[in-house]
Every structure is written in structure tokens, then in C-alpha cells.
């Protein structure tokens, strides 16, 4: 071994990964355990309709807007000491939540959630790439972070589900203590304090400036997806997009910038980030439909639901960690490039779902769509730790995570619009006669507003709305499934192309 050598990782490395999955499983859950506490929660605190979407939604939208900033904080503050000042703050706002009893005050709650959370996903992953030197040991940790995170999704509804059973709707966020505060107990003995040794003077007004870009453009299309490309959301889109244009010029400008985007020269950062985000799209988009399928068109409790997404879930964790050992023997570039062609075929299977329940081709395709995500995402998250200096870790994490949250916006107001124009394009067209007013409104916004309408009406005419509805919410589903599979299948021939010649 000669100097320049990375050093391998030992058994106190390994214990410290331990650790640092901890608060990346505990985010990932927050991401979905309000779901099935939403009615609860409703009931007892009588929330807005407005002050219930902003409960569900604040808690992403800041974590997103906020994790450039932070990420770059961490690189100059320290990313130890960033993660554990972010779990503590992540306790204390999960108490908040739990007993809140207001609805402005959970939302209040909500949002020091994301901030908190911000914290800990750029600390964690900036925290492995010090950890894991080595090029293969790095690799592996990677997919044990993405896979701790596609756990946390899994348990997050099923755990909730037995809280609820028993306990009120604040005992789902009472799951957070334990955890960081076990985080609080073993990272100051397991993790190592890294950062820029060289940072330069934090730039207050970029970081402004970022939070700005990022919140607007994915408020701007998560308002488009729910109601229509109106001219407020474009209006916020835009305003986004100049924050973001004149965050970037000043990035370029500055002598330290808070990120340095001379990081998108690199072929296999800037490659490495276009599939982290398509990545996000196909799966926030078309889980959105699935979701929906399985509750409505087939008729299964939020809590079935979940249990039938564990197979592609396992799937998504054993490819995950299979990809690891992969690369060893077969260049990144192939794998990120055959994940992404067996994930189109994944949704491909998906369109062909039809009006009848049909729940072996929707488990068989979500199946195979994680099958060939999985190693497209951990593969992509290595390459953008990887193609940065060790000092600008933090911000290449964040970068990688931002990448992820604005894929997941632009997934569900981008295929989400496409199965919505569908939608109500057929339904408006095959309303039955007679309807009153509020009910076809209802019934041509959501597949659930027709259900809702068809309870109203006689027998015949429900079930003649129920068959419209359902018709036309498996053709926009459909529709939305090709346009993934086409983008997947686009990615697939271009990505490798891009990554071999960054490797050479």
C-alpha cells in the first residue's frame, strides 16, 4: 500500500454507519406516517382544508428548500456537529407535534421538522464519504443509506398503523425520540468531525437565495399538479426559476461560494444528478397512481395498501445492496444504464393495467420498476460523492438530495397532469345525466370526489359514475406509465454513453 492509498475501513467505521442510517430511516418515515393519521388528526384538531394540505406538505417543502444551505453549514461548522444540533432539534419539534394543539401550531411543528431534517441528510451521507475512503467500501456503505431509506418508507405506514390502533394521532411522531437520542448518545464516540478545512466567509444572501429557488419551483408545480397550470403557479415557477438564476450567478461570482458549480463540469456529476432526479420523477409519479389503485380501484385500507408495496419495496433493498457487490466486476455506467432499461420495462408492465382489479400486474411491475431503480439510484448518489473533493462533500450531498426532493415534485406534477388532463377529459365526456353541479364537479376533479358523488345517487347511476371514473383514472395512469417508461428508456441509452466517457 503506498500513501496515496485510500485507507480501509475497520470495525468502528462500520459501527459508526450505524449510526448515521438512524436519522436517515427516522426521515424517511416522517415522509409518510401523517398519511394514515391524517383523519385522526382531522377530527381533533378541525383543520382548514388549506391548513391540512400545509400540514402534510411543509414538512418536504423545507427540507428541500433548506438542504443546500445546510449541507454547505455543514462543510464549514463541522458535519458532526451540524447532525447532532439537527437531531436534538429534530426531538424537540417531534414533541411539539405530538401534543400540539392547534393546527397552526403543528403546522409551526412541521416546518422546524424539515429544517431539523434538512440537517441530517447531507451530514449523514458528507459523513460517509470521510468515513469510506475506499472506492468499493463506499460503495456498499451507499447502498446500506439508500436502503435504510427505502426502509424507513416501508415501516413508516405500518408502524403508524399499529400506533393508531392504540394511541392518538401525535404518537406517530413520538417515534422520533428514541432515535435521536440514541443518535445524540453514540455519534459523539463513533463519528469523526470533518470539515473544509478552508471554508471562507458564509454567503447569508446565496443561501437566501436558494431557499427561495428551491421552495417556489416545487410549491410552483406541486400547485400545478393539484389544480391546473393556473397563472399564480406559473407565476411562482418563474420566480423560482430567477431566484435560481440569480443564485447561480452569483455562485460564479463570489470567492466563496456556498456551492461550486464548477462540480457540473463533471461529466459524471452532472449525469450522476439528471438520474437522481429522473429517478425521482418515475417513482413519485407513478407510485402516486399506484397508491390510489390499490385504495380506490381495488378497495384496500390504507394499511393493506402498504402491505402490498413491501414486494417492491424488498426489491428496491435487494438490488440495492446486489448493485453494491455488481460493481465490482461490471462498470457503474452498464449498471446505472441496464437499471434504468428494466425499470422502464417495469412500467411498461404497468400500462398494462386495466379497469378490472388487477393487482398481479401492478405488484409485478412496481416490482420490477424498483428491481431496476435500485441500482440506478445508489449507483448515481456514489458517483456524485464521489466525483466531489472530500472537502465539498457536504454540498455535493445536498446537491444529490435536492436533486431527489425537486425529481420527487416534478414526478407528481408532471405525470400527475398527465393522468389529471386524462381524467377529466374522459369523465366530463361520459358524466351521467342529470348530476347536480357540485357532484360533477367533484366527481371530474378526483377518482375519490366520484365515489364520493356516486354515494348520493341511485344504485345504477353510481355505479355508472364509479365505472366512468375508473375507466378514465386507469387511462390517464396508463398514459402517465408510458411517458415514464419512455424518459427511463431515453436515460437508459444516453447515461452509460456520458458515464464510460467521464471514466476515461
Known amino acids: 500500500m503506498t500513501a496515496t492509498d485510500p485507507v480501509r475501513a475497520g470495525r468502528r467505521e462500520w459501527a459508526a454507519l450505524g449510526?448515521?442510517?438512524?436519522?436517515?430511516?427516522?426521515?424517511?418515515?416522517?415522509l409518510v406516517v401523517l398519511v394514515l393519521a391524517t383523519p385522526a388528526l382531522s377530527e381533533a384538531l378541525q383543520p382548514s382544508g388549506t391548513q391540512l394540505l400545509w400540514?402534510?406538505?411543509?414538512?418536504?417543502?423545507?427540507?428541500?428548500?433548506?438542504?443546500?444551505?445546510?449541507?454547505?453549514?455543514?462543510?464549514?461548522i463541522g458535519r458532526r456537529r451540524l447532525l447532532l444540533s439537527g437531531a436534538a432539534a429534530f426531538g424537540v419539534a417531534s414533541l411539539l407535534a405530538a401534543f400540539a394543539p392547534t393546527a397552526e401550531l403543528l403546522i409551526l411543528a412541521r416546518a422546524l421538522l424539515g429544517i431539523a431534517g434538512a440537517t441530517l441528510m447531507?451530514?449523514?451521507?458528507?459523513?460517509?464519504?470521510?468515513?469510506?475512503?475506499d472506492p468499493a467500501q463506499r460503495t456498499v456503505a451507499i447502498g446500506l443509506w439508500v436502503t435504510t431509506f427505502s426502509v424507513g418508507t416501508v415501516l413508516g405506514p405500518l408502524v403508524a398503523g399499529l400506533l393508531?390502533?392504540?394511541?392518538?394521532?401525535?404518537?406517530?411522531?413520538?417515534?422520533?425520540?428514541?432515535?435521536?437520542?440514541?443518535?445524540?448518545?453514540?455519534?459523539?464516540?463513533?463519528?469523526?468531525?470533518?470539515?473544509?478545512?478552508?471554508?471562507?466567509?458564509?454567503?447569508?444572501?446565496?443561501?437566501?437565495?436558494?431557499?427561495?429557488?428551491?421552495?417556489?419551483?416545487?410549491?410552483?408545480?406541486?400547485?400545478?399538479?393539484?389544480?391546473g397550470a393556473d397563472p399564480g403557479a406559473l407565476l411562482v415557477i418563474a420566480a423560482g426559476v430567477g431566484a435560481g438564476a440569480l443564485f447561480a450567478r452569483r455562485q460564479l461570482r463570489i470567492a466563496d461560494p456556498l456551492i461550486d458549480l464548477r462540480l457540473f463540469r463533471s461529466v459524471a456529476f452532472s449525469t450522476s444528478v439528471a438520474v437522481n432526479v429522473l429517478i425521482g420523477v418515475m417513482m413519485a409519479g407513478i407510485f402516486l397512481f399506484v397508491a390510489q389503485y390499490l385504495q380506490i380501484v381495488i378497495g384496500m385500507s390504507p394499511l393493506a395498501a402498504g402491505l402490498w408495496l413491501i414486494p417492491p419495496s424488498g426489491a428496491i433493498i435487494a438490488t440495492s445492496?446486489?448493485?453494491?457487490?455488481?460493481?465490482?466486476?461490471?462498470?457503474?455506467?452498464?449498471?446505472v444504464g441496464g437499471g434504468l432499461a428494466v425499470a422502464a420495462v417495469g412500467l411498461a408492465l404497468l400500462a398494462q393495467v386495466g379497469t378490472e382489479?388487477?393487482?398481479?400486474?401492478?405488484?409485478?411491475?412496481?416490482?420490477?420498476?424498483?428491481?431496476?431503480?435500485?441500482?440506478?439510484?445508489?449507483?448515481?448518489?456514489?458517483?456524485?460523492?464521489?466525483?466531489?473533493?472530500?472537502?465539498?462533500?457536504?454540498?455535493?450531498?445536498?446537491?444529490?438530495?435536492?436533486?431527489?426532493?425537486?425529481?420527487?415534485?416534478?414526478?407528481?406534477?408532471?405525470?400527475?397532469?398527465?393522468?389529471?388532463?386524462?381524467?377529466?377529459?374522459?369523465?366530463?365526456d361520459g358524466l351521467p345525466a342529470g348530476l347536480?353541479?357540485?357532484d360533477a364537479a367533484a366527481a371530474a376533479?378526483?377518482?375519490?370526489?366520484?365515489?364520493?358523488?356516486?354515494?348520493?345517487?341511485?344504485?345504477?347511476?353510481?355505479?355508472?359514475?364509479?365505472?366512468?371514473?375508473?375507466?378514465?383514472?386507469?387511462?390517464?395512469?396508463?398514459?402517465?406509465?408510458?411517458?415514464?417508461?419512455?424518459?427511463?428508456?431515453?436515460?437508459?441509452?444516453?447515461?452509460?454513453?456520458?458515464?464510460?466517457?467521464?471514466?476515461?
Request: net charge neutral; charged share 10%; no cysteine.
Open 19 to 30: 449510526a448515521l442510517v438512524l436519522p436517515t430511516l427516522i426521515v424517511s418515515m416522517d
Open 55 to 76: 400540514i402534510t406538505d411543509v414538512y418536504g417543502f423545507l427540507i428541500a428548500g433548506s438542504l443546500v444551505t445546510m449541507g454547505t453549514l455543514g462543510d464549514r
Open 122 to 133: 447531507p451530514s449523514t451521507l458528507s459523513l460517509l464519504r470521510s468515513l469510506f475512503t
Open 164 to 227: 393508531l390502533q392504540h394511541f392518538w394521532w401525535g404518537s406517530v411522531f413520538l417515534l422520533n425520540l428514541p432515535v435521536m437520542a440514541a443518535l445524540l448518545v453514540v455519534g459523539p464516540r463513533l463519528l469523526p468531525e470533518v470539515r473544509d478545512p478552508a471554508p471562507g466567509r458564509f454567503d447569508v444572501p446565496g443561501a437566501a437565495l436558494s431557499v427561495v429557488a428551491v421552495l417556489a419551483v416545487i410549491y410552483g408545480v406541486k400547485r400545478s399538479a393539484e389544480s
Open 321 to 335: 445492496m446486489l448493485s453494491t457487490v455488481a460493481v465490482r466486476r461490471i462498470p457503474a455506467a452498464y449498471l
Open 357 to 428: 382489479p388487477d393487482l398481479a400486474i401492478v405488484i409485478s411491475g412496481t416490482v420490477v420498476l424498483g428491481i431496476g431503480a435500485a441500482p440506478a439510484s445508489t449507483l448515481s448518489v456514489d458517483l456524485i460523492i464521489g466525483a466531489a473533493p472530500a472537502e465539498r462533500a457536504g454540498a455535493a450531498s445536498a446537491i444529490s438530495e435536492t436533486g431527489n426532493e425537486l425529481g420527487n415534485a416534478l414526478g407528481i406534477a408532471l405525470l400527475g397532469s398527465i393522468g389529471v388532463a386524462v381524467y377529466r377529459g374522459a369523465v366530463v
Open 436 to 438: 347536480a353541479p357540485h
Open 445 to 504: 376533479d378526483t377518482l375519490a370526489g366520484a365515489h364520493g358523488a356516486a354515494a348520493g345517487l341511485p344504485p345504477a347511476a353510481g355505479a355508472e359514475l364509479v365505472a366512468v371514473a375508473t375507466d378514465a383514472f386507469v387511462a390517464g395512469m396508463r398514459l402517465s406509465a408510458w411517458a415514464a417508461a419512455v424518459l427511463a428508456l431515453s436515460a437508459a441509452l444516453t447515461a452509460p454513453a456520458l458515464l464510460r466517457r467521464a471514466a476515461r
